[in-house]
């Protein structure tokens, strides 16, 4: 995975609430067992009619609005605890989502694929989907060492919580099994401290 440290980066407004992994990632896309191509596949009933064209009224298909972070609205990732969704959302080239409340199990898989989850309140959300409307090059800083997210233009800094664990493996840029490599040397002298012949 990809170390994480500062980001900073315009975002897309997504402000439907209770968002779930089916509509992030419909089930019929679920066949493949790579984690490529899922982002061609992203909100794919929301962005795409029958006909497979773009609906001109679905922001990801919005010019105006581009970057690495995803700005939605609460209750993001519920439903089903599909993995796919996370690698849907890194795939299509998100590193961030901000939302006021996400599904536990779709934050876990989130953390587990470099992509990272911002839970703010309610207030701030709310700001921050406003301003991201009316600009769409406000710029926001994802700053994961101090777990602040800030927006000088809105006057935002709001700070975040993480797992200590998930959030030195983002720093890292360790999967659980990088993380394990990692203490490599640690584990070996354990090992020969406590064998017993």
Request: glycine share 8%; charged share 25%; with cysteine.
């Amino acid at each position: 995975m990809e170390k994480f440290t500062t980001l900073l980066s315009p975002a897309v407004p997504l402000r439907e609430e209770n968002v779930d992994t089916d509509q992030i990632i419909p089930a019929r896309f679920l066949k493949a067992t790579s984690r490529e191509g899922f982002g061609d596949h992203l909100f794919k009933d929301w962005r795409f009619d029958e006909q497979g064209h773009e609906k001109s009224d679905f922001v990801l298909n919005n010019p105006n609005y581009s970057g690495s972070i995803l700005v939605a609205g609460e209750n993001f990732g519920c439903g089903s605890s599909r993995e796919h969704a996370a690698w849907a959302l890194v795939d299509y080239g998100f590193k961030a989502v901000i939302s006021s409340y996400f599904a536990d199990i779709f934050k876990g898989n989130a953390l587990n694929n470099g992509l990272l989850p911002v839970q703010v309140s309610r207030e701030v959300l709310q700001k921050l989907l406003d301003g991201v409307e009316k600009e769409a090059m406000t710029v926001i800083e994802i700053d994961l060492e101090e777990q602040v997210l800030k927006v000088g233009d809105l006057g935002i800094e709001e700070h975040f919580e993480i797992n200590s664990y998930k959030k030195m493996c983002l720093l890292n840029g360790y999967d659980d099994i990088d993380f394990l490599l990692s203490k490599k040397e640690q584990i070996k002298a354990f090992e020969n401290n406590h064998i017993e012949f």
